[in-house]
């Protein structure tokens, strides 16, 4: 039986040990990794570059028993076997979806190049260099170019490791499952409801892994934006963190965490946890649970005050607590928001289905129901229509709140509808930005790496994906298993 918290020593090794086949095939053109190579970085390159180099020259250490060197260049050598690491801006520039694009690999005899879109996107070149191996489970590349694109961003998680913890092993790992966000609840600059958190430390070292920063919202909002004061009101909170941390890179907003004192007539001046006569509800809603009609007045405040101190920072207002309520509503309220902020929206939530002879409403959350949801689909129909950035909260990491003891779900099958159906949503709505867990974090698995290979295109299909995971991790002979 482990000890408690033992789990974390499996979380802290991101690259798997000793992992090389010695009987893994290798074709007549094959590339094969040895010491004789160097990973090549250039002199003036970024934190991001060099911490990847230096985590490409561990993996190959840990993972395939190659030692390689890491060198800085003002020019590269014209000899030798090299892994080089780039930017390739003018390539960038001129690729169709310029957007997406994060790096492409050439691999050519003696002669490895990884090129980004920027700093991240060479870093996550290196990741998926890595993930080439791990697949071969050996140092073997094939001859030829792969571009990559990304699918969605942001992709924000909370930390697996522990409630607002991210040691820098985590956030390595976080970036090599694909992603480049994480989250932290805030209560105050540096506190977090399990105490204090130096936030621009956190920002500083979540940085060099590519990785921004979002604060979610735990600010109580005691004044109407029509209210005399409200913009000082407002500012000593979102407008001072704001200014403390410049490196932040947005805010999530959801109504039960920030509940306004509305003037909308059909809810209570209550708030939630408050909202009771000798110990039983009301049976009125409150701001936090209802679409309010002025919820747009108390938005646009939040974002003004935010972005007089962070004119870039991504403000997203979060739909989850009134998917219940008519469409009528939920859609007007989307109509009053400003138009340079981001709507996210709960993939699954709300359907109504059978389950064993009855009508179920979908709750939060789950895996049983892929989604996506009516009220989904409608919210997203309407941010297209207004021009809206379109996120959603999905779950998509692979733990939903079906089962809070595991540390993720190993329901391949099921996980792929889900994806599929965000895939489809990113072309029919502009389904841009994924929040991918919620308070109970990430734990890297076969389920991630399924969703990164098909949230990286050009994608695989996702019996393409599962038949890859499961060699990778069982062995060539398994691969059709999970199939």
Request: proline content about 6%; overall charge negative; hydrophobic content about 35%.
């Amino acid at each position: 039986m482990e000890r408690n918290y033992e789990f974390r020593n499996r979380l802290r090794e991101v690259h798997r040990s000793n992992i090389r086949d010695p009987k893994a095939p290798k074709g007549p053109q094959t590339i094969v990794l040895d010491d004789s190579y160097r990973i090549a970085i250039p002199s003036h390159c970024s934190p991001v570059v060099e911490t990847a180099a230096l985590d490409l020259q561990h993996y190959l250490y840990a993972s395939m028993d190659v030692s390689v060197s890491v060198r800085r260049y003002d020019s590269l050598p014209a000899e030798g076997h090299l892994i080089v690491m780039d930017i390739a801006r003018e390539e960038a520039a001129s690729v169709a979806d310029s957007v997406s694009f994060q790096c492409t690999i050439d691999c050519a005899p003696g002669r490895i190049e990884i090129r980004g879109a920027d700093d991240r996107g060479c870093a996550q070149g290196c990741y998926h260099l890595e993930d080439l191996m791990n697949q071969r489970l050996a140092p073997y590349l094939e001859p030829g170019q792969r571009v990559y694109h990304r699918a969605f961003s942001p992709r924000m998680v909370h930390s697996g490791y522990g409630l607002d913890n991210y040691p820098d092993a985590h956030l390595s790992a976080i970036a090599h499952a694909g992603m480049d966000a994480i989250l932290i609840f805030v209560r105050d600059v540096d506190r977090v409801p399990q105490g204090y958190l130096d936030f621009n430390e956190l920002i500083a070292r979540a940085a060099r892994y590519g990785l921004d920063v979002y604060a979610y919202s735990y600010y109580a909002s005691n004044m109407h934006p029509r209210d005399e004061g409200a913009y000082a009101h407002y500012d000593s909170s979102y407008g001072k963190l704001f200014r403390s941390c410049p490196g932040l890179k947005g805010v999530v907003l959801v109504g039960e965490s920030v509940e306004f004192p509305s003037r909308d007539p059909r809810v209570t001046k209550k708030k939630y946890y408050d909202n009771t006569e000798e110990g039983v509800h009301t049976g009125v809603p409150t701001a936090g649970w209802f679409p309010c009609e002025d919820y747009g007045e108390w938005i646009s405040m939040v974002k003004r005050v935010i972005h007089d101190n962070n004119p870039d920072a991504d403000i997203v207002f979060w739909t989850y607590n009134w998917g219940y309520a008519p469409a009528e509503d939920r859609l007007k309220l989307i109509d009053s928001l400003p138009k340079d902020i981001s709507l996210m929206v709960t993939f699954e939530m709300f359907a109504q289905r059978e389950l064993n002879g009855l009508q179920v409403a979908t709750v939060d959350y789950t895996l049983s129901f892929p989604g996506p949801s009516a009220y989904f689909l409608s919210e997203a129909r309407r941010a297209k229509e207004r021009g809206l950035r379109l996120y959603t909260q999905a779950n998509s990491a692979g733990l939903t709140w079906d089962f809070g003891v595991i540390p993720f779900e190993p329901f391949p099958q099921q996980w792929v509808k889900r994806y599929e159906g965000m895939l489809q949503a990113r072309e029919a709505y502009g389904l841009s930005g994924v929040m991918e867990s919620h308070h109970y974090g990430f734990w890297p698995s076969f389920i991630s790496r399924i969703e990164k290979m098909m949230f990286t295109q050009p994608g695989m299909t996702g019996e393409q994906a599962i038949a890859l995971a499961a060699e990778a991790a069982f062995g060539p002979e398994h691969r059709d298993r999970g199939i």
